[in-house]
């Protein structure tokens, strides 16, 4: 999409701190990080948000690249033991860029509180 920042990024026209990627995600430091590790992790398509996901046809393979990514982005960060894995959908979920990505936090005591 033309004007989506998560897709300039995705096609590395955009600058970012780039922690992995494949074929079919990229994952990079949030440029706002609320705690001590924060990445995002998003297929490079774009798709709007995770309730469109559900509608795509390689919904399940874009999920398996995803949960790959944040396993191995754990691994890298030494945070497998504790970490969460966040998606806001909507403007009313908070969402505020609208290429589906996931928050993957931690590197820090995350409390069980989610709001
Ligand atoms: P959300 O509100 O769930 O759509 O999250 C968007 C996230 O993207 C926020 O945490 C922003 O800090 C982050 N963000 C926006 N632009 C960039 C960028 N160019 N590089 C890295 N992170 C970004």
């Known amino acids: ?3 989506c920042i998560f897709c300039k990024i995705a096609k590395h026209e955009l600058e ?3 922690v992995y990627e494949n074929d079919l995600v990229i994952a990079f430091k949030d440029a706002n990080p609320v ?3 924060h990445i995002l992790i998003m ?3 774009h798709i709007k948000n995770f309730y469109e996901l559900a509608k795509h046809p390689q919904q399940a393979l874009i999920m398996g690249a995803v949960t790959e990514a944040a396993a191995e982005i754990a691994d890298q960060f ?3 033991e504790g970490f969460r894995v966040i998606t806001n959908n909507g403007r009313a ?3 505020s860029v609208f ?3 996931f928050h993957l936090i931690g590197g820090q005591e995350l409390g069980m509180k989610l709001v």
């Open 78 to 80: 030494n945070i497998s």
């Open 99 to 101: 290429h589906l990505h």
């Open 43 to 45: 297929p490079k398509e």
């Open 16 to 18: 970012a701190e780039v």
């Open 35 to 37: 705690t001590k590790v």
């Open 1 to 3: 999409m033309q004007d």
């Open 93 to 95: 979920g908070g969402q």
